[in-house]
């Protein structure tokens, strides 16, 4: 399974985050819980899901940049 976060080594890190590594079956699976804090959340890797996360980000955007 995927580890999903690494934690970061630097002083950059605020107080007020916490770095947590999680294991998911599958990448698709990692995306739809994550996706589901929002901005409460930041993928630090692997680099291929939050390539995933930032192109549905965009998606989401483009969809209510839209007029209903």
Do not use: H, K, N
Request: aromatic share 6%; charged share 20%.
């Amino acid at each position: 399974a995927p580890d999903i976060g690494e934690p970061r080594q630097d002083a950059a890190v605020e107080a007020a985050w916490r770095v947590v590594v999680l294991r998911f079956v599958a990448l698709g699976a990692a995306e739809a819980v994550l996706l589901g804090f929002g901005t409460d959340v930041e993928v630090l890797g692997p680099p291929e899901l939050r390539t995933s996360m930032a192109r549905t980000a965009a998606d989401v955007v483009a969809l209510y940049a839209q007029p209903a």
